[in-house]
């Protein structure tokens, strides 16, 4: 069982916003900030959307945001398009023993 | 640009062991720490460990300790994740991943399958 807990499922029709949460003492305690989320089609690798709970990298649309309160950290889709329908996880990294975890993992439909 | 290319599909009887290649280029590969990271089919992200290009110092998932060993080449930019005592619930696809100066997996190799089967 994931220390990083995510609803198995979430969905919204295109132009929508969505938001997907990963909740864990790892996030409030020791993440240090260190909290990423990544987007998985099937059959892929997955590809980092969100670093440092809200930062985004060169290259995603800034349709991806994420924010962090207390030991909740969620990452919001807005304006839904098709192509991201995909899986996403969260991860948080302690740095009090220098090691990861990920979130269970969220399915999430373009309906 | 950065990649991480990872060598092929690996079919293994419980009991053996695997070694999983991974070739960085596009970047200065002692410059980051290497994470391997895997997924059981139609399972969710398992960390598996890291190691420091620079120095070789590692780090390791409990669960997996003392079975799993991460190395480096720095002659060749190639990191290698070995894997000993094999069973069943090790088949998965097994990825490297660079692993930022924050902490998160900013480039990702495409993946090895590995399948654990008598």
């Known amino acids: 069982q994931s220390a990083l807990t995510q609803p198995p499922s979430a969905s919204g029709s295109p132009g929508q916003s969505v938001t997907i949460s990963c909740t864990g003492t790892?996030?409030?305690?020791?993440?240090?900030?260190?909290v990423s989320w990544y987007q998985q089609h099937p059959g892929k690798a997955p590809k980092l959307m969100i670093y440092?709970?809200?930062e985004r990298p060169s290259g995603v649309p800034d349709r991806f945001s994420g924010s962090k309160s207390g030991n909740t950290a969620s990452l919001t889709v807005s304006g839904l398009q098709a192509e991201d329908e995909a899986a996403y996880y969260c991860?948080?990294?302690?740095?009090?023993?220098?090691?990861?975890?990920f979130g269970g993992g969220t399915k999430l439909t373009v309906l | 640009q950065v990649q991480l290319v990872q060598s092929g599909t690996e079919v293994k009887k419980p009991g053996a062991s695997v070694k999983v290649s991974c070739k960085a280029s596009?970047?200065?590969?002692?410059?980051?720490?290497i994470s391997w990271v895997r997924q059981a089919p139609g399972q969710g992200l398992e960390w598996v460990g890291w190691i420091s290009a620079y120095n070789g110092n590692t780090n390791y998932e409990q669960k997996l300790q003392g079975r799993v060993t991460l190395t480096t080449d720095t002659s060749t930019s190639t990191a290698y994740m070995e894997l000993r005592s094999l069973r069943s619930g090790d088949t998965a696809f097994y990825y490297c991943?660079?692993?930022?100066?924050?902490?998160?997996?900013?480039?990702w190799g495409q993946g090895t399958l590995v399948t654990v089967s008598s």
């Open positions: 991860s948080s990294y302690s740095g009090s023993n220098n090691l990861g975890v």
């Open positions: 991943a660079r692993l930022s100066n924050y902490r998160s997996f900013d480039y």
């Open positions: 790892r996030i409030d305690v020791d993440s240090d900030n260190y």
């Open positions: 440092e709970v809200s």
């Open positions: 596009g970047y200065s590969f002692t410059s980051y720490d």
